[in-house]
């Protein structure tokens, strides 16, 4: 008998880990309490709580709204803030910032191609890291247009669902250059690319399509 695919939902945990403690301080402590507060089934929340079924953006836009949560603090997105300083002696690293066709070319080459460089801290462990600027909507509201986008090559598995930048060989002509969530199968070397803007359909790929695929590490916003 073959074995049941499941789906990897670690970005729906990782908003419930943030969300549910986030609701408790509000006083929503409970299920049905949520559910009542936005107008949802409660075995449809249940359902996300436990892992076995994902957000949608309708969801979350009403639990901003009427909660007060910011969706930057269900995802978990670092904010920049120049005029924050604790005085401690952080090392930085020079971070260059490539446009994406530039992703394509050899690491040793990005430096001298970059847009600009940017000094960072908390990057010494990642893999030839560079900062890609988020463009379009298909992301939204996960990664909005602007948002600065921390990549490095992966050095172990990619999950599924984690961000990603995929360089293609050659661009398809409906694809946006942007951050995509992703599906790998291994065994049939297909690759599922989605967004999370349900207007724009997955798309599935074979590996022998990308020049590389680089994993999403983080993501800064500005404080405006």
């Not at 990642?126 to 600027?133: A, H, K, V």
């Not at 509201?141 to 600065?148: A, F, M, Q, T």
Request: charged share 25%; with cysteine.
């Amino acid at each position: 008998m073959k074995k049941k695919h499941t789906k990897d939902r670690s970005l729906t945990r990782k908003i419930n880990s943030r969300l549910f403690p986030m609701l408790a301080a509000k006083g929503i402590n409970s299920i049905y309490a949520l559910s009542r507060s936005i107008n949802e089934n409660a075995g449809s929340i249940s359902k996300i709580k436990r892992g076995i079924s994902d957000w949608s953006i309708d969801q979350l836009e009403k639990i901003r709204v009427i909660h007060g949560i910011s969706v930057d603090s269900m995802f978990g997105v670092v904010h920049k803030n120049k005029t924050d300083s604790d005085g401690r002696s952080v090392k930085f690293h020079k971070v260059p910032v490539l446009g994406y066709a530039e992703c394509g070319s050899p690491s040793a080459t990005w430096l001298d191609s970059a847009v600009k460089v940017v000094d960072m801290a908390d990057t010494g462990s990642l893999l030839n890291p560079f900062m890609l600027i988020a463009k379009g909507d298909s992301m939204r509201p996960y990664i909005n247009p602007g948002d600065k986008l921390l990549c490095s090559e992966h050095t172990e598995k990619i999950k599924d669902n984690t961000a990603v930048i995929a360089v293609f060989k050659s661009m398809p002509d409906t694809f946006e250059a942007n951050a995509k969530l992703i599906s790998w199968d291994r065994k049939k070397k297909i690759i599922t690319l989605y967004s999370i803007n349900t207007k724009f359909p997955p798309t599935n790929h074979f590996e022998n399509e990308f020049v590389k695929i680089y994993k999403v590490n983080r993501i800064i916003r500005d404080v405006k």
